[in-house]
C-alpha cells in the first residue's frame, strides 16, 4: 500500500479539493500542450502537400498561416466570452445541449470524444516517432515505448491536477523557450540580411516543381494547417481547476497558449520562407522535420540544437496530456445527463474522475497496438472533430446571448456569430479535403457514438421508471419468506447458514444436490445434527429437500429448484442463503471451488422482484 500511495499518491479528502485547484503558470502545461505542440507538426502537415511545387510552394506557407492565424484569433475572442458564460467549464457538448438542444449536444460529445482519444494516441505516437528518427536503432521498440509513454502519463494523471501540472512545467517551458529563440534569433537576421539570411546549416534543397498550384492543393494545405489548432477548448472545458479568480486565470492561460501559438505559426512561417525550407518525404532516408531544418538553419547543430529537438520529443510525447486533463471532465459532463454509464462522474482517490482516465488509456492503448504505433494516418481526422466542436459551442453561445438581457448582448452574438461561420466554413473545408484521406471514418464513428449515449439515455430512463416510488410503504403481504439453503455436507459453514436461516422465518428448505448418490448418508446426517437438537427446542424444523443429479450438476439443479418454488408460491417471497468460504490469502482462492459465485450469477440472472439472494460467508 505504500508502494500504491507513493506512485499515484495519497488519497486527497473532498475538502482538500480548493489545493488541488491550479493557475495559469500550471494550466499552460496541463491545458496547453496539444496546442502549443502542434506547432511542431501543423506546418509539417500543410508543408508536405506544398511539396510538388517546390521552392514556389514555400511561398504559399506565409498567406496560409495568416488565414490560420486569423482563425485562430476569431476562436480566441468566442471562447473567452465562452469562460464568462460558463465559469464552471463551458464545452462544446455543454453550451451546445443547453442551447441548441439533445442532438447537437450529442454532436458535439461524439466529436469531442474522438477528437481527444486520437490526439491521445497521435501524440504519443508522434514524439516517439521524433526519437526513433534520431536513433535508428530503437525502431523495432516503437510500440513498447509508446505503451512505456501511455503507462507514464497515467502514473502522473492519476495523481491529480496540481501534481500533473508540476510534473509537466520543465518540458512544456522548455520546448517554448527553445521555439521563441529560434524564432527571435532567425527573424532578427531575417531582417538584418534585408530578407535573405544566410543559414548555419544547409537545409536539404527543395525539389524540382512537378506540379502547379491550384486552389484546390491550397484548400488542402489549409485543411492541413488547421491541425495546430486543436486544444483550443481545452481551457474552456477545464475552467473549474483553476484557483480563485477563476475566470480571470482561465483567460490568462487561454490567452498565453494562443499567443504563444500564433507566434509559432507565424514565426514558423516567416523562416521557411526566408531560408527556403520544405518539408522533405517521411518515407525518404534523409528526411528531416520543418522544426529540425530551422533550428539547424538559425543556431547550427550545436548543443541548442540537440536540446531543442530533446524538448520537441518529450512534449510530441507528452501532449496527450491534454486529452488526459479533459476527457474525464468531458465524459464527466456526459454522464451527468445519463447518456454515458454513471460510473464516470465518480471522483477517485486523487479528486480526478479516475474511470475517464482509464476509458482513455484503454482506447488509446487500443490505437496504438492496432496500428502498430504508427498513427500518422489518423492526424487528418484530427481538426474535424475540433472544427465541429468549435462550431457547435459558438453557434450554442449566439443562442445563449440572444436569451439574455442587458447590454452588450448583440455585440457578443456578434463575436461568437463571426467565429461559427468562420470554424463552420473551415469544417467544410477540411471534410471535403480530407473525406478520402480518412474524414469518412469520422462520418461513420460520430452518429454510431451518438446512437450509443442516446441507448444509454434510454436504459437510464426506463430504469428511472421501474424503481421510482412516489407512494408510502406498502404494509400487506408481510409473511415471512421461504428460505432455500443449498448444503454440500454438514459443516460450521452449513450451521452458520441454517441459524441464520431459521432465525428469519419458519419455513426452511435445505436442499441437497445429490450428485455423488450419498443420500443415505447425509439423511443420517441430518437427523444427528439438525433434526434432533431442533426437536428438543421445539422449534419449527427446517425441511430437507434432495435434488437427484445423476449427471452430477450441482449448480443447474439448484437453479431448478429455486425457479419451481417461486413459480409454485406466486404470493411468496424466495430468499437464497448462499454459504461461502472466504479465503484468507487472494492466492488460496483456485484452491477452493467457486459454485457459490456461480449459482449468485445464474440467480441473479433468472431472478425477478420476488426473489432475494443473501451472502452467508465464513471467513478463515
Known amino acids: 500500500m505504500q508502494l500504491f500511495d507513493f506512485l499515484v499518491g495519497k488519497p486527497l479528502a473532498t475538502s482538500e479539493e480548493r489545493a488541488e485547484h491550479i493557475g495559469p503558470v500550471a494550466g499552460i502545461p496541463v491545458f496547453g500542450l496539444d496546442a502549443l505542440s502542434s506547432a511542431a507538426y501543423g506546418p509539417e502537415a500543410a508543408l508536405t502537400l506544398l511539396i510538388p511545387l517546390g521552392l514556389a510552394g514555400v511561398a504559399h506557407v506565409i498567406p496560409i498561416s495568416v488565414a490560420i492565424i486569423i482563425l485562430l ?60 528518427s534520431a536513433f535508428p536503432a530503437l525502431q523495432p521498440h516503437l510500440l513498447a515505448l509508446c505503451l512505456i509513454i501511455l503507462a507514464i502519463l497515467t502514473l502522473v494523471n492519476v495523481r491529480g491536477t496540481k501534481d500533473t501540472g508540476v510534473a509537466l512545467m520543465l518540458p512544456t517551458y522548455m520546448f517554448v523557450a527553445t521555439l521563441v529563440i ?166 477517485g482517490r486523487r479528486l480526478m474522475y479516475s474511470h475517464g482516465i482509464v476509458a482513455l488509456v484503454g482506447f488509446t492503448a487500443a490505437l496504438l497496438i492496432i496500428f502498430g504505433g504508427v498513427t500518422d494516418r489518423l492526424i487528418p481526422l484530427f481538426a474535424i472533430g475540433a472544427f465541429l466542436a468549435f462550431t457547435l459551442s459558438q453557434a450554442g453561445m449566439v443562442v445563449h446571448w440572444y436569451r439574455q438581457t442587458g447590454p452588450g448582448r448583440y455585440h457578443r452574438m456578434i463575436v461568437n456569430g463571426v467565429g461559427a461561420t468562420a470554424t463552420g466554413i473551415t469544417l467544410i473545408v477540411v471534410l471535403v479535403a480530407k473525406f478520402l484521406d480518412g474524414a469518412w471514418i469520422t462520418a461513420l464513428l460520430i452518429p454510431a457514438l451518438i446512437v ?114 417461486e413459480a409454485a408460491n406466486p404470493g411468496r417471497q424466495i430468499a437464497v442463503l448462499i454459504p461461502e468460504l472466504v479465503v484468507k490469502h487472494w492466492w488460496q482462492t483456485p484452491l477452493h471451488n467457486q459454485r457459490a459465485q456461480l449459482l449468485k450469477l445464474l440467480l441473479l440472472l433468472r431472478g425477478n422482484q420476488r426473489m432475494v439472494v443473501i451472502n452467508i460467508p465464513w471467513y478463515l
Open 452 to 565: 450509443l449515449m442516446l441507448a444509454v439515455k434510454r436504459h437510464y430512463q426506463g430504469v428511472n421508471r421501474e424503481i421510482d416510488c412516489s407512494h408510502p410503504m406498502h404494509l400487506d403481504n408481510m409473511a415471512e419468506p421461504i428460505i432455500v439453503v443449498p448444503m454440500d455436507r454438514w459443516s460450521k459453514i452449513s450451521e452458520k447458514a441454517l441459524r441464520f436461516a431459521m432465525k428469519v422465518s419458519d419455513q426452511v428448505q435445505v436442499v441437497h444436490v445429490d450428485a455423488e448418490e450419498m443420500r443415505e448418508q447425509v439423511e443420517a446426517m441430518w437427523q444427528h445434527n439438525v433434526v434432533g437438537p431442533v426437536r428438543l427446542t421445539g422449534l419449527s424444523e427446517p425441511k430437507l429437500i434432495f435434488c437427484p443429479s445423476p449427471y452430477r450438476f450441482v449448480v443447474m439443479p439448484l437453479v431448478n429448484h429455486v425457479m419451481k418454488l
Open 182 to 347: 529560434m524564432i527571435s534569433v532567425g527573424v532578427v537576421r531575417t531582417v538584418a540580411a534585408h530578407g535573405h539570411p544566410t543559414p548555419v546549416a544547409i537545409p536539404p534543397k527543395l525539389p524540382a516543381a512537378t506540379a502547379a498550384v491550384s486552389l484546390w492543393l491550397l484548400l488542402k494545405v489549409f485543411a492541413s494547417g488547421c491541425t495546430a489548432m486543436t486544444g483550443v477548448e481545452a481551457v474552456s472545458n477545464g475552467v473549474a481547476a483553476f484557483r480563485e479568480p477563476t475566470q480571470r486565470n482561465a483567460k490568462r492561460t487561454l490567452t498565453t497558449i494562443i499567443v504563444l501559438l500564433m507566434f509559432f505559426l507565424g514565426g514558423i512561417a516567416v523562416l521557411c520562407k526566408a531560408y527556403h525550407i520544405g518539408a522533405t518525404d517521411p518515407t525518404s532516408r534523409g528526411y528531416q522535420s520543418i522544426l529540425s531544418q530551422l533550428i539547424a538553419a538559425v543556431m547550427g547543430h550545436g548543443w541548442f540544437y540537440y536540446a531543442g529537438i530533446s524538448s520537441i520529443v518529450i512534449v510530441l510525447a507528452l501532449s496527450a496530456n491534454t486529452s488526459f486533463a479533459d476527457f474525464p471532465r468531458l465524459t464527466r459532463a456526459i454522464a451527468m445527463g445519463d447518456y454515458l454509464p454513471h460510473v464516470f462522474k465518480v471522483r
Open 73 to 132: 484569433a476569431i476562436v480566441y475572442f468566442s471562447y473567452c466570452q465562452t469562460i464568462d458564460a460558463y465559469p464552471n467549464g463551458g464545452g462544446s457538448y455543454t453550451v451546445a445541449s443547453e442551447n441548441l438542444g439533445e442532438l447537437p449536444g450529442l454532436l458535439a460529445a461524439a466529436a469531442l470524444m474522438i477528437d481527444y482519444i486520437l490526439n491521445s494516441a497521435v501524440g504519443i505516437s508522434a514524439g516517439v516517432g521524433a526519437l526513433v
